[in-house]
């Protein structure tokens, strides 16, 4: 491999490494700000007798706070979809240039493990959110 070819395919591995671990760390920023967004709001409700007291004699606002909860997780799950399916192209390519092992860099995947886990907790969060709201009105 001649030198410049050798710096191209260095640029690509170092523009993919920079982007693989970006998505993965906002990944994972945005799946516990969700998490923690969703812990709070049980919290309150859980512990707020005003508004549950509301919501109790406001059926329309407790639909449309259960709504938006599940709205609001829908759409994190589709961004959480977007980042897993950016993380697959990244090392993928990777891969493909071979310009170092991939020991060196799949720690910064995120994996369908990773990704199961984030969405599914948060999905529980959510429908606990939910049924709270529901069920408590």
């Given at each position: 491999?001649?030198?410049?070819a050798e710096s ?6 170092d523009l993919h490494i920079s982007h ?5 760390v906002?990944f ?13 709001a049980l ?5 707020s007798g ?6 109790a ?7 449309l706070?259960a709504v938006?909860?599940a ?9 959480s979809?977007v ?15 071979d ?9 910064r995947?995120?994996g369908?493990?990773?990704?199961a886990?984030?969405v ?8 606990l959110?939910?049924?709270a709201?529901l069920i408590?009105?």
């Open positions: 491999m001649t030198e410049t191209k395919v260095r640029l690509e591995f693989l671990t970006s998505t993965h906002a994972i920023n945005d799946t516990s700000k969700v998490a923690g967004f969703l812990l709070l919290g309150w409700y859980a512990t005003d508004a549950r007291d509301f919501l004699v406001t059926p329309m606002m407790t639909n706070a938006a909860i709205s609001a997780y829908l759409l994190s799950v589709c961004a979809w980042a897993y399916r950016v993380s697959a192209n990244a090392i993928r390519r990777l891969r493909e240039l310009y170092l092992p991939p020991s060196a860099y799949e720690g995947v995120l369908p493990i990773t990704f886990a984030c599914g907790g948060n999905g529980i969060l959510a429908g959110l939910i049924a709201l408590g009105s």
